[in-house]
C-alpha cells in the first residue's frame, strides 16, 4: 500500500466518556451486560426518524456525524461499517411476534431495520451520500475487514479523498443474554473494574459505535497514521508471536519499536492466557494496556482502542487505570492493538503519531 | 479496456440444482425450480419459493459431518458450492491454506436461530447455535470445513452481499493483497426472511414475472455459488473460464428498502462498472438483471438503464424466476449464469413474461437466444439502498 492514510476525525459512543477515562474516574457497572452512555442524539437526529431507531442505528449515525463534524467533512466519499452482531434489537422484536403471533399480522418496521447494512444505509440516506456503501460482518473482525477496505479504496482510487469507517454492535434483551447460556458471559455478576481480578471463564459486554474519518492528507489535526490492519487465523502462541513480528517487519518495525501495545484481555480465564503469554515474551518490555474492563467485550470492540490510541497521540497521556503494567510509555509513537476472538482468530492494528 | 481478473473455477447450488450442469440444464430447458416450500416448515405453504429440495440431515450424511456439529443450512449449501468450485480450479489442500475466502450473508445462521430461540433458556440441547445467527459464523464454518486458511471475511449487504463479495476479492487480487480468493455467496430460505417480506407486501402468490406489466411480486429462493478468482502468475497455466472486469457499488440514498424512480444508485453503480472494465456501454452483450418483480425494482431498474443506454438497450433477462431471489446469493448465483452465458453464448429467457411495463416498454429476451456474448453485465441491489454492478467477460 502505498498512499499514507490518517485518521482525521473520531466519533465514539460507549459505556465510558472521553472525561471518564482521562480524568481517571471509570464509570463502574454491576452487570455484566451493560449499556453505552447516549449522547443528545437530538443534536444529530431528527426528533422524527430518532423515534422509529433502534440503539444501533442511533450509535452508529451519531458517532458517524461525529467523526465527520469532528473532520469537518460534509461529505465522505464512501461509508464502510463493520458490526459483529448487527441490528439485534430490531431481529430480535420480528424474530419474536413472528413466533408468538405465529407467521400472522407482522408488520414490516423492525423487519426493514434488521439487516445489518442498516446502519451503513441509514447514514448514506441520512447525509445523501451515493459512494462506495459496504457492511462487513465477520465477528470480531468486522471493524478491521472494513479498515481493510477503506485502506483499499483510498489506494485504488486517488480521487476519492474522505472515507468514513466505522465499527457498531448493540446490546438487546434476549439475545445478548444468550451469552450467559453458552459461557461468553461470565456466570457471576462482577464490577467491570475488577474484571482482570476474577479469575473464572467467561467475560463482560457491551455496546458501542466508533466512527473515524480517513484521508491520504496529513493535515495539521490529524490524530493517527493507520499504518496497517490485518486478520489473521494462527493457533500455537508462537504461530502468534511470529504473525506479529512478521506484521511489523512488514510495516518497518521491531517489537521493541512500539511505545504501547493495547490488549484485548476479556478476562476469560482460558483466552487471557494467550495475551499473558505475549505479555511475558515479545511485549515483556512495552507499555501493555487493556480496556476492556471499561468498554466490555463486544464484536467491534477494537473501535475503542483506536479511539483511545488517538485521544492518547493528541494528549500526549496514558491514563493509569488502562496500564497493565509498570513501564511507562514516554511520547508515544508507534501503537499496536492486538485482539483475538477466538482461540484461532487474530487482528492487528498499527497507529502511528503523525 | 484493462485485463480483469481471471476466474478458475465455479460452483453452485440452487433451486435448479446441484451443481453448473444441472443449473445449466434447467436454464436452457427454460425449467424453473419454482415450487411451494417443502423443507422449509412455515405456515406459508401456498407462497412460492426456489427452494433446495434437500434436508440438512441429508447434506451432512452426505458431506459425512460428525452430529451436533453446528452447521446452519446456509453453511452447508456453501460448502456444497465452494467444494464444487475448488475442484473446477483443481485447487489442492496445500493451496487453500494459502487461499482467501469472502462470502455474502444476509441472514447467516437465522434458520437455526428461528428453530431454538424459545428453547435456548430452558435447554442446553442446542446452544452451539447462539452465535449462528450472525454471518461471520456461517462463513468460519464454511472455511473451517474446506480448510481454507487465507484471509477471509464476510459481506453483509442484504441482496447485493454476494455481488459485493466477488468486487472484493476481485480488488484485492488486482492490489496484489492476495493471490488466490474464493467468493461468493449463501442464504438460505428462513421463516424470517419468507414472513419479513411478506410483511412488506412484496412477496408473489405466482411465480414470479420480471419486467411484466402485471409484476406483483418476488419469490424467495436459496441457493450458494462461488468462483475462484487468481492473479495472472497463478492462472496463466490454468483453464480461465471467464474474468471480472469490470465492478461498481453506489448508494441510491433514497430510502431504507424502496429504490429511487429514477435508480439513482443502479445507474452509478453500472457506470463505475463500465468506467473500471474500461469499455463503452455499447460493448455489452447481455444485462443479467437483478429483476426481482417487484413493481419498486423493475421499474427503477428499467429507468436506470435507460439513462445508461442511451442508444440501444442490450439483450436483458432476470433469472430470478428460475431460483427465486436468493438474496445475499443472487449476486453469486447470476455470476455463474454470466459466465455460462459467456461459455456458451447463449442468453437465457426472462421467464413468466407476457406483456411490457406500460412505463417503459422494455422487452427483455423470453426465449433461449443463441448469439456472440463477450461482454455481461449483472446487477444486484439490496436494502440500505446497496447497489452493485460486474461485468464478466470472456478470457480473450
Known sequence: ?354 | MNSGVAITGMGIISALGNGVEANFNALIKAQDGICFPEMLKTKHTSLPVGEVKTLNLDFENKLQLADNRSYTRAALLGIIAAKEAIKSSGLNAKELLTTGFISGSSVGGMDATEKYYLEYESSDAHHQFIPAQHPGFTTNKISEHLNIKGFTTTISTACSSGANAIMLGARLIKAGELDRVIVGGTDCLTKFTLNGFNSLKILSEEKCKAFDDSRNGLNLGEGAAYLVLEAENLAKDKRIIGRVLGYGNANDAYHQTAASETGEGAYKAMKDALEVAGIGAENIDYINAHGTATRNNDLSETNAIKQLFTSVIPDLSSTKAFTGHTLAAAGALEAVFSILSLQNNLIFPNLNFSKPMKESGLLPITELQNKTVNYVLSNSFGFGGNCTSLIFSKNE
Not at chain 1, 48 to 53: G, P, T
Not at chain 1, 74 to 95: S, V
Not at chain 1, 112 to 121: A, L, W
Not at chain 1, 347 to 354: E, G, M, R
Request: hydrophobic share 40%.
Open chain 1, 1 to 354: 500500500m502505498s498512499r499514507t492514510v490518517y485518521i482525521i476525525g473520531i466519533g465514539a459512543i460507549s459505556a465510558q466518556t472521553e472525561e471518564s477515562i482521562f480524568l481517571e474516574k471509570p464509570i463502574i457497572y454491576n452487570s455484566n451486560i451493560f449499556q453505552a452512555i447516549s449522547p443528545n442524539f437530538k443534536e444529530y437526529i431528527p426528533a422524527m426518524a430518532l423515534r422509529r431507531m433502534s440503539q444501533v442505528i442511533k450509535m452508529g449515525l451519531t458517532a458517524g456525524k461525529m467523526a465527520l463534524q469532528d473532520a469537518n467533512v460534509e461529505l465522505p466519499d464512501a461509508i464502510i461499517t463493520g458490526t459483529g452482531e448487527g441490528c439485534k434489537q430490531d431481529t430480535e422484536k420480528f424474530l419474536e411476534s413472528m413466533l408468538s403471533q405465529q407467521e400472522e399480522l407482522l408488520t414490516p418496521t423492525s423487519f426493514i431495520q434488521s439487516t445489518h447494512n442498516t446502519v451503513g444505509g441509514q447514514i448514506a440516506l441520512n447525509l445523501k451520500c451515493s459512494g462506495y456503501n459496504v457492511t462487513y460482518s465477520q465477528e470480531s473482525a468486522s471493524l478491521e475487514s472494513a479498515l481493510i477496505d477503506s485502506v483499499l479504496l483510498l489506494n485504488e482510487k486517488p480521487s476519492l479523498n474522505s472515507v468514513l469507517v466505522g465499527g457498531v454492535d448493540e446490546v438487546s434483551n434476549r439475545i445478548t443474554s444468550f451469552g450467559y447460556l453458552n459461557g461468553f458471559l461470565k456466570e457471576e455478576e462482577i464490577e467491570n473494574l475488577s474484571l482482570f481480578s476474577k479469575k473464572s471463564e467467561g467475560t463482560i459486554t457491551s455496546e458501542g459505535a466508533f466512527f473515524f474519518n480517513l484521508t491520504t492528507e496529513n493535515i495539521k489535526d490529524s490524530y493517527a497514521q493507520l499504518k496497517g490492519v490485518t486478520n489473521f487465523k494462527a493457533e500455537s502462541s508462537i504461530e502468534i508471536s511470529e504473525k506479529i513480528t512478521e506484521f511489523l517487519l512488514k510495516n518497518s518495525l521491531r517489537s521493541q519499536d512500539l511505545d504501547i501495545v493495547f490488549l484485548g484481555k476479556n478476562g476469560d480465564l482460558e483466552q487471557d492466557k494467550v495475551y499473558d503469554e505475549l505479555q511475558n515474551t515479545i511485549f515483556s518490555e512495552t507499555c501493555q494496556l487493556a480496556y476492556k474492563h471499561l468498554s466490555g467485550d463486544f464484536k467491534t470492540v477494537t473501535g475503542f482502542a483506536i479511539w483511545l490510541s488517538c485521544l492518547i497521540f493528541k494528549k500526549q497521556q496514558i491514563p493509569a487505570i488502562l496500564k497493565l503494567n509498570a513501564i511507562y510509555g514516554a511520547n508515544p509513537k508507534n501503537i499496536l492493538l492486538y485482539n483475538l476472538s477466538s482461540n484461532t482468530n487474530h487482528s492487528l492494528i498499527l497507529l502511528q503519531k503523525p
